[in-house]
């Protein structure tokens, strides 16, 4: 797979389609793969936090999910061919669990948006495509128990929706629990839109880079400090990197 390294980590130089082929072909193979995404965020929060860099350089895929992290991309000189957002990404491979009869377990959320993101699906595809799902509060001496629980579904496919760098750590702690979980995904915020809680910026903002600050409008005192300042500290990454490599 092309790969260009951007903040330390390999991000995979892959278009949707592509991306949905590499995870259809590792499922169809039984190999397990991990996908994550990268985004401004990851990228400040890796700035101090190496289990979260760590969980990220171990991934299978990794998917620039944000728009500025393929202009990142470009200003470094190591262009990315398009951004592969995580929900797309998601819907993409849900269709697939359709075609190819794929069951998909989902992890993350309150408990009454992850019911609704399960019956969603279900009633879309007309069929049981979701085998099992679990809110994504918890205590850490629960964990073993959900392992338990998504292992007893005998999903295929585990989507998992909760905070970074929470889920990045999850994954990457439990993935050799989950022998028969071929594709292990974290989404952040999908639960949240594909349910209707949230609603999504218009494409024009997502070509654009503005996604951020369409949840800042709607989302003011849960994200003004994650997008005001980490967006500033995010343009000095950039910059520190660029005359890095000059």
């Known amino acids: 797979m092309p790969k260009v390294n951007l903040f330390n980590v390999d991000v995979d130089a892959l278009t949707m389609d592509e991306s949905v082929l590499l995870i259809d072909q590792a499922i169809e193979s039984k190999n397990q793969i991990v996908h994550n995404c990268i985004n401004a965020n990851k ?82 595809f007309n069929t049981d495509i979701i085998v099992g799902y679990r809110n994504g509060y918890y205590r850490p001496e629960e964990e073993i128990s959900i392992i338990d629980q998504i292992n007893n579904s005998r999903a295929k496919m585990l989507f998992v929706a909760i905070p970074s760098p929470q889920k990045e750590l999850f994954i990457n702690k439990y993935k050799e629990a989950l022998p028969n979980v071929l594709l292990l995904m974290g989404v952040g915020g999908s639960f949240d839109v594909i349910s209707g809680f949230t ?20 989302e003011p005192r849960k994200m003004w400090r994650r997008y005001l300042i980490g967006n500033l500290s995010y343009i000095r990454i950039i910059i520190k990197a660029y005359f890095s490599k000059k």
């Not at 697939?96 to 019911?115: D, M």
């Open 43 to 124: 990228v400040v929060l890796m700035e101090h936090d190496k289990f979260l860099q760590k969980s990220l350089q171990e991934a299978d895929i990794i998917s620039a999910d944000g728009q500025a992290v393929v202009w990142a991309s470009q200003i470094l000189g190591k262009p990315l061919p398009e951004r592969v957002p995580g929900i797309d990404l998601m819907e993409n491979l849900m269709q697939l669990a359709s075609n190819k009869g794929y069951r998909a377990f989902l992890f993350g959320a309150k408990e009454q948006i992850v019911k609704k993101v399960s019956s969603h699906y279900n009633e879309l």
């Open 199 to 218: 609603t999504r910026a218009p494409r024009w903002m997502q070509d654009n880079g503005l996604e951020w600050l369409y949840r800042l409008i709607q």
